[in-house]
Each structure stands twice: as C-alpha cells, then as structure tokens.
C-alpha cells in the first residue's frame, strides 16, 4: 500500500502545480465591444488551441423553435462575407489546423486547433463569420436535411440516448431542458429564415461569447490581433435570460419506451439535483464516480458482477440551472427491468444509509485530481477547463480551488447529498425496451 500513498502525494502535488501554472500565467482582456479573451502562453509545442464558448444552448430556445443552438453550430461552417462555403474547414487545414465544434443545453463551443504561426488566420475566420455570417436559404435547406438525418441516426443508433431524452422529457414539465438538444423533428422542419436570422443577431453577438487561447502565443500581439479582427463587430443587447424556473417534484414519476430493435432492456434513474455553481457540485460529482465510474464502482460491482447488468454509468448535472444525476444500467439476457431497478436503487439506499468507506473516497479523489492533471498537461485541456470555468463558475480562476474542493470533502459529506438528492420524489424511472412487461 506504501506505493500507493506515494503515488497518490505526487499527483496531488502535480495537480496543485498545474493549477498554479494556469492561475499564474493566464491573462485576460475584454474589447469595447463586450467579448472577453483569455489568454495563456505555453512554450510546451509550438502550437494553440482557440476555444469560444457562445453563452446559447437548447435552454435559450422556444417551443417551436428548437433545436436551433445546434443547428447554427452547423451553419457556422456554411459561408460568410469572405469565406464562401467549406472554405472555414479548407483554409485552416492548409494552415496545418483543424477544428470541431460541440453543443449542450447550455453553451454551443468552437474549438480550433492550429500551429501558433497560423493565429492571425484563425482571427480571420472566426470574425469573419461571427460579423457576417451567410444565412442562404439554399444552404439551410440543405443543412435542415443534414439534421434531420443527424437526429433519426443518433436516435436509431443509441438506446441510452432516446431513453435520456425521454427521461428529461418527463423529468422537466416546465424547463426548456424537456427538450432535446438537437431539437424535436416537427420543429427541425417548420424554423422559417426570420427565426435563423433573429436567433443568429440574438444569441451571436461578441458580448455574449469569451475566447481562450491557449499555446505558443504572445499575450500583446493577441491582444493586436484580437482588437483589428473582432473590435469592429458591433455589441448588441445582451439576450433575454431563461426566467421559467422548473416547479419542485413533489413525487416519482415513470415512463416506458417502445424500441422494437433494442435486443435488453435498458433501465435510467434520473434525480433532480442543483447546478453547476452549487456548492454541493463537487459531492455530487465523486458519489457519481463511486456509483458508476470504472470496475470497482458500487453499480458495477453489485450488477455487472452479479451478471444482472452488461453495462452501468451515470451522468452529473453541470448546467446554468439545475439538472439531473443520472444512474443507468443494461439489462443481462433473463433479467427483468424490475429486479434490475431494484438491485440498482438498493445499491443508491446503501449509499444514503450507510455511507461510503474512506478507501473509496479517496481512490476518487486521487481520480479527480489526476484526471485534471492529464487535462492540463496539454493546450486543449487547458483551454477547454478555462472557457469551462470561466462560464459556468463565472471566473477562470476558480479552476484553482478544483484541488482543495475535492481534497476537503469527507464521507459524510458524501453520505449527506446522497440522502439530500438520491430520494424517490425526487426521481423521474426510465425504462426502454423491445416491447413493455406484461
């Protein structure tokens, strides 16, 4: 065990040293026209990362409208005033780049990768199609199609997926989180050019974004480059903030999902739990580890093992608003969803009831940490936890206190949120499957 305490105090020290280099180093500017840049040299290659997180996820939509955070994450790759379309992707590879581009309930994020020599390109695209990005009507038909495909797969492709999307669809009656992030098929089909173009003025103005960038830059000549590329996009109103407020739960709510492909039953608990900024969020997040994270997990040991499950996990709540702490489990051949939720919801009890040992604490705790630490070891992780932090915690340096948020939480602290969010009224049972038990 000597080894393991030994190994356990490097990563630790490693972390808190990481932490350090970005809370040291990291500087930030903001534009007269509202966007935020932070900034982060790093000699390590001879390369940077962009990331610019835009504050509009599916939360910021309407009934009717839906899904339109994800679809411009598309349309941002589909032409502006200098570069038509397809040339984003093409020029940044002949610059030796590439990119990606992700969207949540919350944030839609761009993500840029490139040799430093190539910023200045970079700059170019990304203004170019925040201020004049091209909304062609032959184009966004073209993408609609695109979409539409994207859900139909996804949802035909992933069991766990469509079950997630219902289970939020009856955990949430009120909350725009109900709907899916990639938007309901009715509403895909019906956005006219006047909603594109409104959500586009509403949700991308410069205000409402920051950009990281991370790598072999100097701070000055971001600076330089970031005021000729970006100071002329003009700042508009910040967007209407999300005023519906989901009700409390007063009682457990069920559903069941018709799959007629899915080959086990497939069985999510879904708890209501707070938001990303809440100071029970790190709890949260090592009983989730506990639960469901790797082989020697609670849910893994009690139903893999037991050969009543194929496969466990469990997904957290890091949103503007509260979310949901999910568990979930694949059925093995002869098991029943019910005995299946019961052995999964006795093992979530034993939790509340009993606790968890010091030994399973810790061993998520030196996870945590050293998983941070492989994160910033390199720009991309490093660029991606800033933008993160910055968001959803409202300042990048918050990143520092990651380390001693996780280091001072004890059992009973872990036993206590446990008790707090893990209880039946407070959970929405999800059940997929080929056809419902008789």
Known sequence: MKWKVLAASIMLGAASLAQAAVSADARSFTLPNGMKFIVLESRAIPNANMYTFWKVGSRNEQPGTTGLSHFFEHMMFNGSKKYGP????????????????????????????????SLETVFALESDRIGHLSIDPKLVESERGVVLSERSTGLENSNIRLLSQEVSGVAFQAHPYSWPVIGHESDIKAWTQD?????????????????????????????????????????????????????????????????????????????????????????????????????????YQALVEQQLATSVGASGSDGFDPGLFAVYAVAADQVTPARLEQALLAEVARVSKDGVTEEELQKVKNQKLVNLYRQLETINGKAQNIGWYETFFGDYRKLDEVP????????????????????????????????EPE
């Open 195 to 299: 909603d594109l173009v409104s959500f586009f003025k509403t949700y991308y103005a410069p205000n409402n974004a920051v950009a990281v960038i991370v790598g072999d830059v100097k701070f000055d000549e971001v600076k330089r480059l970031a005021t000729r590329y970006f100071a002329a996009i003009p700042k508009r109103a910040l967007p209407p903030k999300v005023r519906t407020v989901e009700p409390p739960q007063t009682g457990e709510r069920r559903l069941f999902v018709t799959k007629a492909s899915a080959t086990s039953p497939n069985l999510m608990v879904a708890y209501k739990t707070p938001q990303a900024n809440h100071p029970d969020y790190y709890a949260l997040e090592v009983l989730q580890s506990i639960l469901a994270e790797g082989k020697t997990s609670r849910l």
């Open 404 to 435: 001693a948020n996780f280091k001072k939480l004890t059992r009973a602290d872990i036993q206590a949120v446990a008790a707090k969010y893990l209880v039946k009224s407070q959970r929405t049972v999800g059940v997929l499957a080929a056809k």
């Open 86 to 117: 397809k040339m984003f992707d093409s020029t940044l590879e002949a610059k030796g780049g590439s990119n990606n581009a992700y969207t949540s309930n919350d944030v839609t994020v761009y993500q840029d990768w490139f040799p430093a020599a």
